[in-house]
């Protein structure tokens, strides 16, 4: 069964730093691209970024919104997804998804974690 | 960046009934089109994808339909465990991956 777990989220001042993490378990992470998409309160989806898997080659895309600021990496070995978020802004205020992607540029998102509350806020 | 569009943002629906939930697309995603169903306090999942192919455990009452700019999800029959907001989102021409702003389904 293909778990997704979050992890790091919570509350942080305006310019501060957080590091997301997200646990995979259930089949080879390694060979699967993994995207962060967010959530502001009350509010729709909002991809955030998407990094590649063995089975692709590499890419490491970005929003917009948080171009230059955030991070996504992972570390295979540890079946570990992360999200380095610095220069937090109010507006990156969200529930924050990790989810999977099957290999392949055309795919959708098949699974998803629970979600893990970044606030920003002084 | 393909903008996607969801109509109508509310729907009201009693148990029973059909349901059809409208996405457009600004320029043409071909049928690379997958609809997510999301319940409060819930994370999103994928019910459909490549436009109109269910995933393994959908019940059959969620079809999709559509190709280019035009989709629909219908729902046959709603159940109570079917009210929820759904959205589209286009995988075709990214980054960025976008979603609809999504349709809330709720009990008349």
């Known amino acids: 069964e293909v778990q997704l777990l979050e992890s790091g989220g919570g509350l942080v001042q305006p310019g501060g730093s957080l590091r997301l993490s997200c646990a995979a378990s259930?089949?080879?992470?390694?060979?699967?691209?993994m995207s962060w998409v967010r959530q502001a309160p009350g509010k729709g989806l909002e991809w955030v970024s998407t990094?590649?898997?063995?089975?692709?080659?590499?890419?490491?895309y970005y929003a917009d919104s948080v171009k230059g600021r955030f991070t996504i990496s992972r570390d295979n070995s540890k079946n570990t997804l992360y999200l380095q978020m610095n220069s937090l802004r109010a507006d990156d205020t969200a529930v924050y998804y990790c989810?999977?992607?099957?290999?392949?540029?055309?795919?959708?998102?098949?699974?998803w974690g629970q979600g893990t509350l970044v606030t920003v806020s002084s | 960046e393909i903008v996607m569009t969801q109509s109508p943002a509310t729907l009201s629906v009693s148990p029973g009934e059909r349901a059809t939930l409208s996405c457009r697309a600004s320029?043409?995603?071909?049928?690379?089109l997958a609809w997510y169903q999301q319940k409060p306090g819930q994370a999103p999942r994928l019910l459909i994808y490549?436009?109109?192919t269910r995933v393994t455990g959908i019940p059959a009452r969620f079809s999709g339909s559509g190709s280019g700019t035009e989709f629909t999800l219908t729902i046959s029959s709603l159940q109570s465990e079917d009210f929820a907001v759904y959205y589209c989102?286009?995988?075709?021409?990214?980054?960025?991956?976008?979603f609809g702003g999504g349709t809330k389904v709720e009990i008349k």
């Open positions: 989810a999977k992607r099957w290999p392949g540029y055309y795919s959708p998102l098949d699974y």
């Open positions: 259930g089949f080879t992470f390694s060979s699967y691209a």
């Open positions: 990094i590649s898997g063995s089975g692709d080659s590499t890419y490491y």
């Open positions: 320029q043409s995603v071909s049928s690379n």
């Open positions: 490549g436009a109109s």
């Open positions: 989102q286009q995988y075709n021409k990214w980054p960025p991956l976008t």
